[in-house]
């Protein structure tokens, strides 16, 4: 069975110091990956998608990045975090096209990022 | 206006009871799935609906897509206090981008024992 994992699971960071989270998926080959964050009152927004190594795709300018260096491993980056990235962040995967309602997207456990 | 709209925006039912909660779009839906949430967890997938008036059900929990394709229920009969926490619907848009859910801002359910 496919299971995903993210860590850390929380996080305390300083303004201006630099971020990375990490996420895989085990039981799956070539699965779309997403990053997602919920803001308090704000909803669930996707960030990142992934269809394949090296292929990312933003979906709202911001201070974030995301890198896919391989089939199962999506990361979520900054080189400076603001207080504005506080949130939790939630990685999804998905084998065919969810936007179209022909498949699932499946989501980690989460980070709960806080910026200082 | 937010697209998906969802109500309540929060439920504190007896348990034994049952409940609805709704979810409403803006525009035609080509597929439409519910999520729960437990409070700093990730979300577990529920249900996917896809055709107009279907139907499905999961031990107490049952969802529903109206014919137009506009609007999804969520049913739970008898709740109990496992049932509690945050429940989201995820719509699938036709031109929204073909890896995109937009979801709803959620509906936390309290069941008091």
């Known amino acids: 069975s496919q299971t995903i994992h993210q860590w850390p699971a929380t996080l305390v960071q300083p303004v201006g110091s630099p971020l990375s989270l990490e996420c895989t998926v085990e039981?799956?080959?070539?699965?779309?990956l997403y990053w997602y964050r919920q803001a308090a009152g704000r909803g669930l927004q996707l960030l990142f998608y992934?269809?394949?190594?090296?292929?990312i795709s933003s979906e709202v300018p911001q201070n974030l990045s995301a890198s896919r260096p391989q089939d199962r491993q999506f990361i979520l980056s900054s080189k400076k975090l603001l207080l504005s990235d506080s949130g939790f962040y939630l990685c999804?995967?998905?084998?065919?096209?969810?936007?179209?309602?022909?498949?699932?997207?499946?989501f980690g456990p989460g980070t709960r990022l806080t910026v200082l | 206006s937010q697209e998906l709209e969802q109500s309540p925006q929060s439920l504190i039912v007896q348990e034994g009871k049952n409940l609805t909660i709704n979810c409403t779009s803006s525009?035609?839906?080509?597929?439409l799935y519910w999520y729960k949430q437990k409070y700093g967890e990730g979300l577990i997938f529920l249900m996917m609906?896809?055709?107009?008036?279907e139907e499905k059900s999961h031990e107490k929990i049952t969802a529903k897509l109206d014919e137009k394709k506009q609007q999804s229920s969520l049913h739970i009969t008898a709740s109990q206090p496992s049932h509690a926490g945050i429940y989201l619907c995820?719509?699938?848009?036709?031109?929204?981008?073909?890896?995109?859910?937009?979801f709803g801002k959620g509906t936390k359910l309290s069941v008091i024992p």
């Open positions: 525009k035609t839906l080509y597929g």
């Open positions: 039981g799956t080959s070539n699965p779309n």
């Open positions: 995820g719509a699938a848009y036709s031109g929204a981008g073909s890896y995109q859910l937009t």
């Open positions: 999804a995967w998905s084998l065919g096209l969810a936007g179209l309602g022909t498949d699932t997207q499946y």
């Open positions: 609906l896809q055709k107009g008036g």
């Open positions: 992934s269809v394949g190594i090296g292929q």
